[in-house]
């Protein structure tokens, strides 16, 4: 049980850190959101007048009367609540609402994405070691060349190939606009058309990674004593392979998981300008370009869980599936 | 101002890639935006989800302006016409300009079947006045209603100056509802009602779609549908237009000059709207520090570049003359001072008259052809937007001509944070952007903003919007006298006109480049009766309110 309070503290701790960080960092970035917003509305033809940038800072509410200090606390209190504050750039809407109306999107691509590319590089990965030597071996320069190569590039050059000439694909968005949005077949059928693409490419630019590392554990798994042991009972060789070899192997798969879990929230910025699809990843280029702090903490804040989170359970799970992690502690 | 730019320029594909996949072929294709035939796609340039936000008053709206709320007058700001009549039919100013008298018209209805009234005109303008946060004009008057199509506007000062704002800009809104709204500037409309030639029909995140008003007082519009759809951003923009999936949209693409013959049923219009110029931290009393606060160095600037080259390298022979006054040299022809050095800007370089400057103002050229003074060379730093590449490409020309000259001029490329924050304060040599217009065709505005004592502030302090801390008694006084002359009376203007533009030339606190153009691609096989240069109806850009709601009510579908 000590095991357990230990490192639930020690999350707690890293949580606030990491909410501290959430709001001092962005207050460092330089400029305010009410000019930026005075420059993006005189570009989109919008006067310059003295009247209008008056009126914004009143309707924003952006004086700074309140100390740092006090605005640290304020947030800490209003978090507590459960109250991430209104989006400037969104204005007036809540930062809840608008992560709420974008998170989704991410969660389920990115996460669906994730999820296949881990699976699938643990597989081929479990394959190609346990095969070593044979013609299986030529996957890994494959797979690694692909994840090596920018992944922006390679979703620009997929988009182009896949949806611009050859038109199989969607080319932008989320779903189809003439649709109903809701739980209805043609509009759900239309957004997993749409997502199609963007996973494809994040599952052939992560692949890779997954399956080399899964490869490598599965080759020195092999050496071990107690795989010679399963091969002298006259287990059958499947069996060996998962049960075996592959278990041993993934430990560390899984740890990398959890980490990879936080980013999908926060890796998708490149997916969605690609693609043009609704997330949270071009929510936060938005936050960061207006200087938007509430949209900022309200997002980084959800990366913070994410990723605290995943360790966490994983951290959890590992006790269970590993019992010599909670012996040495 | 067309600053949506394209960062990266993609080319085509790259052969076939093999991938070693096989790929399940979902039949289909098609755009996901492109809409019916009756529809048309439009692309403001949005990055990213839209948030529903129909308050016209709201910093944030994403429509509404012109389409479902109406103005009182429609000012064309690419053309020197009369304002159009949209709410209001007829307007005059007395004599003194303290009072405006606004007929409207009694035909308008609300799309909830409300009859429109003078009392919506006065309620309007009461709730700007009465809230700060919505009253982004300075709008001072009293409203009152003489009858149902009557509205008086009285003022303490004389205020000709606030008609285009008033007349233009004030989007009516009805009393019945909107009264009943306890914070008005906070509220956003999800179901807005409106008089408008258009109407909310769905709302998504990622579109929204507006349909004409069957109601419209000038009957329904041809236009049926209108779609603004959210993207990326520009470089999405750019692949949208080529895959045909919008109709209209607004910014820059490759290879400008052909766009009919690339984007086959498109066409393009540029208009010059905005005068591209080097900012300058011109003001040494208010803080400046730099060469650039001599007056010698920003000519020498000025004469030593070579705006024909400027223009074909970075804009694509898109932008055109631009008048040191100020005065945009097409629109307000009219206004551009005779008494002027340069009418216009010399389009080739002039090294003898900015040498000449140089050394009269005590500097002498180096070993390494720099000039210098009191053992300071001549070198000024330029603040650009990193990802806006025709304004890196321009200064980077400007540095090589102006090395020719004896001045080294470097390019310092910061985000938009930091650049907007740097010209807030004034904590820059020189930057590159644009002056931008005012509500009405009228250089009055772009002077009031970019030259008013009033605009500005010491370094530090946020100024907005005059950036170069320029100060001038003469111009303000002329300013203040302007205001106070009925915009109609040309002659009785132009001396101070004459005046405004001499001092600034004089003092060049921005120094002029090129006027830029704004360029809009749209789908003329689809519709008809877009603006084109021989008929500029309206400003035609897709995000220009309520310009675009003007463009709408005149297309047609072409078949």
């Known amino acids: 049980m000590r095991y357990y309070a230990r490192k639930l503290g020690f999350y707690l701790v890293a949580l606030w850190a990491a909410v501290t960080l959430n709001f001092f960092i962005p207050r460092m970035m330089p400029g305010n959101p009410v000019d ?9 033809g919008g006067t310059v007048d003295p009247a209008v940038r008056r009126s914004y800072e009143l309707l924003l509410g952006a004086d700074h009367s309140d100390s740092l200090a006090q605005q640290y606390f304020s947030y800490l209190s209003h978090l507590l609540h459960g109250d991430l504050g209104v989006s400037v750039s969104a204005y007036p809407a809540k930062v809840s609402d608008v992560i709420g109306q974008s998170l989704p999107w991410t969660i389920v691509l990115i996460g669906m994405a994730t999820l296949i590319s881990f699976a699938l590089g643990l597989a081929l990965g479990t394959l190609v070691g346990w095969k070593r030597g044979t013609w299986l071996d030529s996957v890994i320069p494959g797979t690694t060349v692909l994840a ?45 058309y749409h997502g199609i693409l963007p996973a494809l490419t994040i599952v052939i630019s992560s692949v890779g990674g997954w399956l080399l590392g899964m490869r490598n554990m599965m080759v020195s ?109 | ?75 064309n700001i690419a053309r020197k016409d009369n304002p159009a009549p949209r709410l209001g039919t007829a307007f005059s100013w007395n004599k003194q300009g303290t009072e405006l008298s606004i007929t409207l018209r009694s035909d308008a209805k609300w799309s909830d079947g409300k009859k429109f009234t003078a009392d919506d005109v006065a309620f309007t303008l009461d709730m700007i006045r009465k809230n700060p946060g919505m009253n982004s004009t300075g709008y001072s008057g009293r409203a009152t209603v003489v009858d149902a199509t009557h509205v008086k506007i009285t003022f303490d000062k004389p205020s000709f100056s606030d008609g285009p704002q008033i007349l233009g800009k004030s989007w009516i809104v009805p009393k019945h509802i909107w009264s009943k709204i306890t914070k008005p500037s906070e509220d956003v409309m999800k179901q807005p009602v409106g008089t408008g030639p258009y109407k909310l029909a769905v709302f998504k995140p990622q579109a929204f779609t507006l349909e004409a008003n069957p109601d419209y007082y000038g009957g329904a519009p041809a236009l049926k549908k209108v779609r603004f759809v959210a993207l990326s951003g520009n470089q999405s923009g750019a692949d949208a237009l080529k895959s045909g999936q919008i109709d209209w949209q607004t ?90 050095t340069d009418r216009i800007a010399p389009m080739n370089p002039q090294a003898d008259k900015a040498a000449r400057l140089l050394q009269d103002a005590g500097y002498t050229k180096g070993s390494d052809g ?42 310092q490329q910061v985000s938009w944070n930091e650049w907007s924050d740097a010209r807030g304060r004034g904590h820059y040599q020189l930057l590159i952007d644009s002056l931008s217009q005012g509500p009405a065709p009228d250089p009055y505005y772009l002077y009031s903003y970019f030259f008013s004592a009033k605009t500005t502030a010491r370094v530090g302090q946020s100024a907005n919007p005059n950036f170069s801390r320029f100060k001038d008694a003469e111009v303000d006084a002329a300013l203040d006298a302007l205001k106070a002359i009925d915009p109609q009376n040309t002659a009785a203007r132009q001396p101070y006109y004459d005046t405004i533009q001499t001092e600034i030339e004089k003092s060049m606190p921005y120094i002029p480049l090129l006027t830029g153009g704004t360029t809009s691609e749209f789908n003329a096989s689809k519709f008809s009766g877009w603006p084109s240069d021989d008929n500029l109806y309206a400003f035609p850009a897709v995000w220009g309110r309520p310009d675009n709601s003007q463009v709408f009510l005149h297309l047609k579908p072409a078949k």
């Open chain 1, 36 to 44: 930026i917003l005075m420059a993006k509305l005189q570009q989109r």
């Open chain 1, 148 to 192: 090596a190569v920018p992944y922006f590039w390679l979703a620009l050059i997929l988009a182009a190939l896949l949806s611009s000439t050859l038109q199989w694909f969607p080319l932008l968005g989320g779903y189809d606009v003439s649709l109903a949005m809701g739980w209805n077949w043609p509009f759900i059928s239309s957004a997993i």
């Open chain 1, 221 to 329: 798994t092999a050496a071990e004593d107690y795989m010679l042991t399963a091969r002298a009972k006259g287990l059958r060789n499947r069996r060996i392979m998962i049960r075996y070899a592959a278990r041993n192997a993934a430990l560390p798969s899984v740890a990398g998981f959890a980490t990879s879990l936080g980013f999908v929230v926060s890796g998708s910025v490149m997916t969605e300008q690609v693609f043009s699809y609704p997330g949270i990843g071009g929510r936060l280029l938005q936050a960061v370009e207006n200087n938007d702090y509430a949209l900022m903490q309200g997002i980084f804040l959800v990366i913070t869980v994410a990723v605290l989170g995943a360790n966490l359970l994983v951290d959890l799970l590992y006790g269970l599936i590993d019992p010599r992690t909670r012996a040495s502690n």
């Open chain 2, 1 to 75: 101002m067309s600053r949506i730019r394209s960062e990266s320029r993609r080319v085509g594909i790259a052969g076939a890639v093999a991938l070693g996949l096989v790929l399940t072929g979902c039949s289909g294709g098609g755009g996901t935006a492109g809409g019916g035939s009756d529809t048309l796609v439009a692309y403001t340039g949005q990055a990213g989800d839209y948030q529903i936000n129909f308050n016209p008053y709201s910093p944030t709206a994403i429509d509404g302006p012109g389409t479902i709320f109406e103005p009182l007058f429609f000012y």
């Open chain 2, 251 to 340: 910014g820059p693409v490759p290879d400008v000059r052909n766009v009919s013959k690339n984007y086959p049923g498109y066409k393009a219009i540029t208009v010059p709207m905005n005068q591209a110029a080097l900012f300058t931290c011109a003001n040494a009393d208010l803080g400046c520090s730099g060469p650039q606060t001599d007056p010698a160095v920003r000519k020498a600037v000025y004469y030593a570049m070579d705006r024909t080259q400027l223009n074909a390298l970075a804009f694509e022979n898109t932008a055109s003359e631009i008048s040191p006054g100020f005065a945009l040299p097409e629109r307000d022809r009219t206004v551009v001072s005779s008494r002027l």
């Open chain 2, 370 to 411: 720099i000039y210098a003074k009191g053992g300071k060379k001549l070198a000024l730093t330029v603040k650009v937007v990193s990802g806006w590449t025709d304004y890196i490409t321009a200064v980077n020309t400007i540095a090589e001509q102006l090395k020719k000259a004896g001045i080294k001029l470097t390019a």
